[in-house]
């Protein structure tokens, strides 16, 4: 959990003000934070599906969780401390590294996974990731943010991208894209600000942030409200959604419907007027068309927003996603 032991500290400090009014007689500082990862998605009828067929047992609610489990604790403990180590817990000085690590490989990548896989129609995390094209996706995205991650002593950060793969692709697990695409623009915001910042600005030389623009963009394209087919989305799963909206439908010039073959052929129904065209003719540089400056703004701040190689790289996929399709953009930018 981020800033698991200075949130306990100040709820603490706040409880006993508020119950007896005068302070801890327990150092504050000596409250270890935490970090604990295990995937655990939504109950759905799939799982129950999968138990009463796999295992024999009917269950209306089971609760599914993958078989990994992490534990990390900073060890600093007031007067000795339980041997959690002796169950797979991990006593470490610092847990910041470790938070770090979690937040721009793991739950970076749930978001970038999720954008992407619900625009190239898939419903499950498992069943997208057993499309190469999203799966490469996915093992790039992680390559071009490893970067930015500091060192997590103790843990081999290659080993722990390839268990990521593993553990996304786990068919028993069934986590729904949707979930994951749950307050995105607060989860963006936490797990990809500082790794394009670092990748863009503390970088010498700056390093790429492709992979980075294009969950940017397919984050847009979704919060437009508009799903493929040019209607309404039911209830878009963003606390911004509203705020954000006309940004996105403005940056997607939705009066261009997006195309879902991989050749990005246009199926019935797309129609442009005169003012939308795009310049094609001159190498259809997208880049020039689509501007998602206001939507980074809101969601990233001022800083992201000003850093024109990585607008570029965003406005470039979101014309590839509008104009062509999250597939054909996969196979085809770079």
């Known amino acids: 959990m981020l800033g698991s032991g200075s949130a306990s500290r100040f709820s603490l400090r706040a409880t006993q ?30 799982h129950k599906e999968i138990l009463q067929h796999d295992f024999g047992v009917e269950d209306e609610w089971p609760v599914v969780a993958e078989h990994f489990g ?70 790039c995205y992680m390559d071009e943010v490893s970067a930015s991650v500091p060192e997590a002593p103790g843990v081999n950060v290659d080993g722990y991208k390839k268990d990521l793969v593993t553990r996304f692709s786990n068919p028993y697990v069934k ?35 492709t992979c980075l623009g294009i969950a940017v963009a397919a984050f847009i394209r979704y919060v437009t409200g508009i799903d493929q087919e ?36 246009v199926g019935e129904g797309r129609v442009l007027d005169e003012s939308e065209e795009t310049d094609e003719e001159e190498g259809g540089d997208s880049s020039k068309v689509y501007d998602s400056r206001g939507v980074v703004k809101i969601v990233f701040g001022p800083e992201v927003a000003g850093i024109e190689a990585f607008v570029e790289t965003v406005n470039r996929a979101l014309g590839l996603i509008c104009e062509k399709g999250m597939v054909y953009t996969l196979l085809n930018i770079n």
């Open 17 to 46: 003000a508020y119950l007896w009014s005068h302070p801890l007689s327990v150092p504050l500082s000596l409250r270890p934070a935490f970090l604990q990862d295990r995937i655990t998605p939504a109950t759905e009828d799939v």
């Open 70 to 139: 992490q534990w990390i604790v900073e060890d600093n403990f007031v007067d000795g401390r339980p041997r959690w180590e002796d169950v797979g817990v991990m006593f470490v000085p610092d847990v910041k590294p470790y938070e770090h690590m979690k937040l721009r490989l793991l739950n970076g990548t749930h978001s970038a996974l999720s954008y992407v896989s619900h625009l190239s129609g898939f419903q499950f995390v498992d069943d997208a990731m057993n499309c190469e094209t999203i799966r490469d996706f996915v093992e």
């Open 175 to 209: 986590d729904k894209v949707e979930r994951l695409m749950m307050d995105g623009s607060q989860k963006l915001r936490n797990t990809m600000r500082d790794a394009i910042n670092y990748l863009s600005v503390e970088s010498e030389p700056a390093q790429s942030t």
């Open 230 to 265: 040019g209607m309404e989305i039911d209830k878009v799963l963003d606390p911004m959604a509203e705020e954000l909206k006309e940004p996105a439908r403005k940056a997607c010039r939705l009066v261009s419907l997006p195309a879902t073959p991989e050749d990005g052929s």
